[in-house]
Antibody, heavy 121, light 108 residues
Framework: EVQLLNSGGDLVQPGGSLTLSCAAS????????MAWVRQAPGKGLDWVSS????????YYSDSVKGRFTVSRDNSKSTLYLQMTSLRVDDTAVYFC??????????????WGQGSVVGVSS | SSDLTQDPAVSVALGQTVRITCQGD??????PSWYQQKPGQAPIFLIY???NRASGVPDRFSASSSGNTASLTITGAQAEDEADYYC???????????FGGGTKLTVL
């Protein structure tokens, strides 16, 4: 059974830093791209970042580029999101998801339960 | 980047058919994926590609697309289908992904 377990959420001050983790099990982690998707309170889903299976390619939304860094440790089957220079509008539930790509389609077929990140003074 | 537009809210009578639409330029080249989300829960993957349902998704859910518009159709809506529905697609660069704003479905 595929499982993604989010951890690391916290309340931080603006300008602060935080690292989220996502522990994967039930599939060959090193064979799959992964992604982070967030959801601000009462708002819709917002793609944040994706990383290739090897970790050699990373992609970011314009709203987090330069502040967030996605990485992975395939030996530990774990995905990370390092967040710096946090802003109030980064407050959200952060989900990790398995990221699948085909020629004319992309989809997130498994999701973690989410980690709550609050940014407030 | 590319925006995907969804109607904020749609309602359907129990047992009737409802169509949830998603519009955007990137849909001319890519098929969207669809997700269901209930309050306080993680999204659930429903459909990808032309009309490929995820494992365990009831066959009352189907997808179609034409031009810059994609649709998720629920044939015979059930009370448990009341939820938020999101479309997602690659943007024109192919490297970024974008979600529609979501549609809140009410089953009357």
């Amino acid at each position: 059974e595929v499982q993604l377990l989010n951890s690391g959420g916290d309340l931080v001050q603006p300008g602060g830093s935080l690292t989220l983790s996502c522990a994967a099990s039930g599939f060959t982690f090193s064979s799959h791209a992964m992604a982070w998707v967030r959801q601000a309170p009462g708002k819709g889903l917002d793609w944040v970042s994706s990383i290739s299976a090897s970790g050699g390619s990373m992609y970011y939304s314009d709203s987090v580029k330069g502040r967030f860094t996605v990485s992975r440790d395939n030996s530990k089957s774990t995905l990370y999101l390092q967040m710096t220079s946090l802003r109030v509008d980064d407050t959200a539930v952060y989900f990790c998801a398995r990221d699948r790509h085909e020629t004319t389609s992309a989809y997130f077929d498994y999701w973690g339960q989410g980690s709550v990140v609050g940014v407030s003074s | 980047s590319s925006d995907l537009t969804q109607d904020p809210a749609v309602s359907v009578a129990l047992g009737q058919t409802v169509r949830i639409t998603c519009q955007g330029d990137s849909l001319r080249g890519y098929h969207p994926s669809w997700y269901q989300q209930k309050p306080g829960q993680a999204p659930i993957f429903l459909i990808y590609g032309k009309n490929n349902r995820a494992s365990g998704v009831p066959d009352r859910f189907s997808a179609s697309s034409s031009g810059n518009t994609a649709s998720l159709t629920i044939t015979g809506a059930q009370a448990e289908d009341e939820a938020d529905y999101y479309c997602n697609c690659r943007d024109s660069s192919g490297k970024h992904l974008v979600f529609g704003g979501g549609t809140k479905l009410t089953v009357l």
